[in-house]
T-cell receptor, first 117, second 117 residues
Framework: ETGVTQSPTHLIKTRGQQVTLRCSSQ?????VSWYQQALGQGPQFIFQ???????GRGNFPPRFSGLQFPNYSSELNVNALELDDSALYLC????????????????FGQGTRLTVV | AQSVAQPEDQVNVAEGNPLTVKCTYS??????LFWYVQYPNRGLQFLLK??????LVKGSYGFEAEFNKSQTSFHLKKPSALVSDSALYFC???????????????FGKGTKLSVIP
């Protein structure tokens, strides 16, 4: 098991609602990335946070937003939920040394299964 | 843009036989390549990575992968399959560091490995 923990493990929301998912990074890691994994698909990159700032974003609309806290934990917020947002949301942490391209491989949490009805 | 192709949705192999899960990639520059495994209702577990050096990379649980630059492939292999190896396998690529936001992983769609007793 990795040291990356996510909460909650399962969640059911109604279309139009807002949701917040949480992630605690592995000790010593400074970077958090979020991925969406739809059923039968590979994970899709949503965004990445380094030093509390978003420093990379995939092809997701602005209603997907996030935060990284000083302890490197992170939140993923999704507003105006749509049925297609139903997926497994994965958080990954890694250690990045900016400017040198040095990093560890990404370690993933167990995921949050979000169902939008 | 970077991409990963896993041409087989499913691979079946008898227990004790060698297994291969195929992966090809497209990325600008020298790639960073990874294999992850996912068990049902779980997050991704890191298996191995190629950054530089020897083309044959050894990883967890007896898995290895061979990097072939000319064929842009990174196939996952194991000399003798176990029933417990049955899972979903994902290949991922990351471009060389090029500044903020270049850390994202691009995953293939996954290959379901079934090891038959």
């Amino acid at each position: 098991e990795t040291g990356v923990t996510q909460s909650p493990t399962h969640l059911i929301k109604t279309r139009g609602q807002q949701v917040t998912l949480r992630c605690s990074s592995q000790s010593g890691h400074n970077t958090v990335s979020w991925y969406q994994q739809a059923l039968g698909q590979g994970p899709q990159f949503i965004f990445q946070y380094y030093r509390e700032e978003e420093n990379g974003r995939g092809n997701f609309p602005p209603r997907f937003s996030g935060l990284q806290f000083p302890n490197y934990s992170s939140e993923l917020n999704v507003n105006a939920l749509e049925l297609d947002d139903s997926a497994l949301y994965l958080c990954a942490s890694s250690l990045e040394v900016s400017g040198q391209g040095l990093y560890t491989e990404a370690f993933f949490g167990q995921g949050t299964r979000l169902t939008v009805v | 843009a970077q991409s990963v192709a896993q041409p087989e949705d499913q691979v079946n192999v008898a227990e004790g036989n060698p297994l291969t899960v195929k992966c090809t990639y497209s990325v600008s520059g020298n790639p960073y390549l990874f294999w992850y495994v996912q068990y049902p209702n779980r997050g991704l577990q890191f298996l191995l990575k190629y950054i530089t050096g020897d083309n044959l990379v050894k990883g967890s649980y007896g898995f290895e992968a061979e990097f072939n630059k000319s064929q842009t492939s990174f196939h996952l292999k194991k000399p003798s399959a176990l029933v417990s190896d049955s899972a979903l396998y994902f290949c991922a690529v990351r471009a060389p560091y090029s500044g903020a936001g270049s850390y994202q992983l691009t995953f293939g769609k996954g290959t379901k490995l079934s090891v038959i007793p």
